[in-house]
């Protein structure tokens, strides 16, 4: 294991839930990131955190709303998705956010929209 | 143009082979080059890095760079079926406080029995 988990793995969800998910990582790292993966494309940076300040938004629609209360914890919060949003959303953290550093992965959540 | 391009595959191979994947990037400032691999179900996880120009060998593992064409290559020797994964280029680019990784479209690799 990676240090990094996430929760729910499998999220299934209608275009009118609302819905959050979870990501700790027990690193003791200070930068943390959510990833957008959909088949035969880059993964997609969506947002990154460093020392619980965001410090990017990669021009995510407002649906996606991210939370970090803490270096260890950060949430996605959905709402009013659409089906193109259907995708395996990853959790990241890295030491220090610099170029050089590891970034180490959660395993992901596969997300559902109907 | 995309930063970093990568062949999708998928790219079977028989056990005991060399295989070559291959990314090219089109920004000349990039100089930190990272392989992950992504296993089914997992998250990606890094497999080598290499700075600039030249080879990095690590085991069975070898990364090359070649600025002067912009094309970064991993090479696996005597390939085992342990091997089959997805395979992902990725440059890292600062941007403010963090650090962007930009990644290739990953190469699914199949090594065959």
């Known amino acids: 294991e990676t240090g990094v988990t996430q929760t729910p793995r499998h999220l299934v969800m209608g275009m009118t839930n609302k819905k959050s998910l979870k990501c700790e990582q027990h690193?003791?790292?200070?930068?943390m990131y959510w990833y957008k993966q959909s088949a035969k494309k880059p993964l997609e940076l969506m947002f990154v955190?460093?020392?619980?300040?965001?410090?990017e938004n990669n021009s995510v629609p407002s649906r996606f709303s991210p939370e970090c209360p803490n270096s260890s914890h950060l949430f996605l919060h959905l709402h009013t998705l659409q089906p193109e949003d259907s995708a395996l959303y990853l959790c990241?953290?890295?030491?220090?956010?610099?170029?050089?550093?590891?970034?180490?992965f959660g395993p992901g959540t596969r997300l559902t929209v109907l | 143009q995309k930063e970093v391009e990568q062949d999708p595959g998928p790219l079977s191979v028989p056990e005991g082979a060399i295989v070559s994947l291959n990314c090219t990037y089109s920004?000349?400032?990039?100089?930190?080059f990272m392989w992950y691999r992504q296993y089914s179900r997992k998250g990606p996880e890094l497999l080598m890095y290499?700075?600039?120009?030249g080879n990095k060998e690590d085991g069975r593992f070898t990364a090359q760079v070649d600025k002067s064409s912009k094309y970064i290559s991993l090479f696996i020797r005597d390939s085992q079926p342990s091997d089959s994964a997805t395979y992902l280029c990725?440059?890292?680019?600062?941007?403010?406080?963090?650090?962007?990784?930009?990644f290739g479209t990953g190469t699914r690799l199949q090594v065959t029995l």
């Open positions: 990725a440059t890292p680019q600062n941007t403010g406080t963090a650090s962007k990784l930009t």
């Open positions: 955190y460093n020392f619980k300040e965001q410090t």
């Open positions: 690193l003791g790292h200070n930068a």
């Open positions: 990241a953290s890295s030491h220090s956010g610099l170029a050089a550093d590891t970034q180490y």
């Open positions: 920004n000349s400032a990039f100089q930190y």
């Open positions: 290499t700075y600039s120009s």
